[in-house]
């Protein structure tokens, strides 16, 4: 049977704060891939292979600041936890027939603190630019995607893509 999904919306903690209805947007970043291109003698084309994984940059708006987001973005020394949790909406042809948790795990600091605009009548946001140092994505309970690049974990439907190169390395 043919399903369609939505996922909108979503709450956002900080270091375990509800900061509902002050974020008013969070980007998660990509997990990039290093390639290197590849050509040898008896191949008939060129090809790319991974390395090693990017740094991962992501943003954050929050809208109206209070002091609790201008302490977020200068603690550019200590890292945060920062948590979105959605729900996961799944239909079929008969209507809606699951609802499921989606929670994105960061660990990030602030890459600047960041000036803040005053407009009349608009409320004022603070822009911020994350460095993030590990990630994880968990669905209905079950973790899809970790990645750690400092404590050397990548893991993908919690089967260790690294576990043979630590091995082999001796770390």
Same mark, same amino acid.
């Given at each position: 049977?043919?399903?369609?999904?939505?996922? !909108?919306?979503?709450?956002?903690?900080? *270091?375990?704060? *509800? $900061?509902?209805?002050? @974020? &008013?947007?969070?980007?998660?970043? %990509?997990?990039?891939? *290093?390639?290197?291109? #590849?050509?040898?003698?008896?191949?008939?084309?060129? =090809? %790319?292979?991974?390395? !090693?994984?990017?740094?991962? &940059?992501?943003?954050?708006?929050? =809208? !109206?600041?209070?002091?609790?987001? $201008?302490?977020?973005?200068? #603690?550019?020394?200590?890292?945060?936890?920062?948590?979105? #949790?959605? *729900?996961? %909406?799944?239909?079929?042809?008969?209507? #809606?027939?699951?609802?499921?948790?989606?929670?994105?795990?960061? @660990?990030?600091?602030?890459?600047?603190?960041?000036? =803040?605009?005053?407009?009349?009548?608009?409320? !004022?946001?603070? &822009?911020?630019?994350?460095?993030?140092?590990?990630?994880?994505?968990?669905?209905?309970?079950?973790?899809?995607? &970790?990645?750690?690049? =400092?404590?050397?974990?990548?893991?993908?439907?919690?089967?260790?893509?690294?576990?043979?190169?630590?091995?082999?390395?001796?770390?």
């Amino acid at each position: 049977m043919n399903k369609s999904t939505q996922l !909108s919306n979503a709450n956002v903690y900080i *270091n375990g704060a *509800n $900061w509902a209805g002050v @974020t &008013e947007e969070v980007q998660v970043p %990509e997990v990039m891939v *290093n390639m290197v291109e #590849r050509t040898a003698l008896g191949m008939i084309g060129q =090809i %790319e292979l991974p390395t !090693s994984f990017q740094k991962m &940059e992501g943003k954050m708006t929050i =809208i !109206s600041p209070q002091a609790d987001a $201008w302490a977020f973005a200068a #603690r550019v020394f200590e890292s945060s936890q920062i948590q979105l #949790r959605y *729900n996961l %909406e799944v239909y079929d042809s008969t209507g #809606r027939t699951q609802q499921l948790p989606v929670v994105i795990f960061m @660990t990030a600091t602030s890459k600047k603190i960041p000036s =803040i605009t005053a407009k009349q009548n608009e409320d !004022s946001k603070l &822009e911020l630019d994350l460095n993030i140092t590990a990630l994880k994505y968990v669905v209905d309970g079950a973790d899809v995607i &970790e990645y750690d690049p =400092i404590a050397g974990i990548y893991k993908v439907n919690g089967v260790d893509q690294m576990a043979q190169f630590r091995a082999n390395t001796g770390i």
